[in-house]
Nanobody, 115 residues
Framework: QVQLVESGGGLVQPGGSLRLSCVVSGNIFNISAMGWYRQAPGKQRDLVALINRGGSANYADSVKGRFTISRTNAKNTVYLQMNSLKPEDTAVYYC?????????WGQGTQVTVSS
């Protein structure tokens, strides 16, 4: 079992920044990658960024150059630094752990970009 707890969401003006955190606990040894997805109202849940065990990261085209995913050396916390936020970034952001079998998911944290 893996537990994921996100934090750091909130309301921010366009052009602003937020940093999301995801603390991972439990059986972390089977985790091959960690990442962030987001889901806006009425839309599907889409990948935002993923970082694998080796530290390589992938990003959705819509966030490249604005968002950065990182993790602690102990691999128990994953961050998503979000800069130059746009209204279209508004969504619930979910942390995920990739393991053999279905991914584990956090409860989600709301990010709202609005003036």
């Amino acid at each position: 079992q893996v537990q994921l707890v996100e934090s750091g969401g909130g309301l921010v003006q366009p052009g602003g920044s937020l940093r999301l955190s995801c603390v991972v606990s439990g059986n972390i040894f089977n985790i091959s990658a960690m990442g962030w997805y987001r889901q806006a109202p009425g839309k599907q849940r889409d990948l935002v960024a993923l970082i694998n065990r080796g530290g390589s990261a992938n990003y959705a085209d819509s966030v490249k150059g604005r968002f950065t995913i990182s993790r602690t050396n102990a691999k128990n916390t994953v961050y998503l630094q979000m800069n130059s936020l746009k209204p279209e970034d508004t969504a619930v952001y979910y942390c995920t752990a990739v393991v053999p079998g279905p991914n584990y998911w956090g409860q989600g944290t709301q990010v709202t970009v609005s003036s």
